[in-house]
């Protein structure tokens, strides 16, 4: 890891040709793929019920962003070792730039050809560490939450993709789902949160620092997961798609 030049992504950063250091911008490359899977759903409703709902977007939305996110943790599991000796390197860039090293790799290009690298995304991983070291530790409580949320959540999250989408489901199968994984978001969030503030990681960073990368996202974690418990009781009580503007989808087992 400590070499003279340093490598990003198999691309020197001193490399001054224009082809080596062509791709798109990390950052804008997650937002096209989260904009895309939200889209679809949107889309896709609207082909099969001829209408848009604000519930549905909301969590088409959220569960594009969740299945992305996924992806990203199990490139956590995949590239532990990597990741670990990876922090080494942010945390020396940015003594050297004085640049918080999640920003810049925001805005690092990822050449086309490795846009599914596990390695390129490990940088989600070894950059928030910055923020919270339990990410490069194995043996920690976050750590081992996300990669259970990155193993265990996509089929889920697929299957209400598609019951919120098309009614693809009954109505009560859909709400059980739902039940069991918006809870186990909001209790795991939760219980991460905990585990930050006990273990006094807060005292390690800014203010604005905890506020961009503590607070706010896994206040998402929570309120939109306690939302859609309360879409998934409304499911499994009324026996329909109502909750969700899917007047004509009964759909009871």
């Not at 937002?31 to 939200?38: D, E, P, R, S």
């Not at 846009?115 to 490069?136: C, R």
């Not at 939109?224 to 798609?241: D, K, Q, T």
């Amino acid at each position: 890891m400590e070499t003279a030049v340093v490598i990003v992504y198999g691309v020197s950063m001193n490399d001054t040709n224009p082809d080596r250091r062509a791709g798109i911008p990390a950052g804008l490359l997650a937002a096209l793929v989260v904009l895309g899977l939200t889209s679809a759903g949107i889309l896709a409703r609207y082909q099969v019920h001829g209408d848009v709902n604000a519930i549905h977007c909301l969590f088409s939305l959220f569960f594009s962003l969740n299945l992305l996110i996924c992806y990203w943790e199990a490139c956590l599991f995949l590239r532990r070792d990597y990741i670990e000796k990876r922090v080494l390197y942010w945390h020396k860039r940015r003594r050297e730039t004085g640049r918080a090293p999640a920003r810049e790799f925001l805005f690092t290009r990822v050449p086309l050809g490795r846009i599914l690298s596990p390695t390129v995304w490990a940088d989600v991983w070894a950059t928030y560490s910055m923020i919270d070291p339990a990410y490069a530790d194995r043996r920690s409580f976050g750590f081992t939450a996300d990669i259970g949320n990155g193993f265990l959540t996509p089929v889920p999250t697929l299957i209400l993709y598609a019951a919120y989408t098309l009614g693809s489901v009954p109505a009560v199968v859909a709400g059980i789902v739902g039940a069991m994984l918006f809870w186990q978001w909001v209790y795991v969030t939760s219980l991460y949160w905990v585990s930050f503030i006990v273990a006094h990681r807060q005292a390690q960073i800014t203010r604005g620092e905890m506020f961009i990368y503590i607070a706010v996202p896994n206040a998402v974690w929570v309120l939109i997961p306690a939302f859609g418990l309360y879409v998934s009781l409304r499911l499994i009580l009324e026996g329909n798609y109502g909750v969700l503007g899917l007047v004509g989808m009964i759909a009871t087992p």
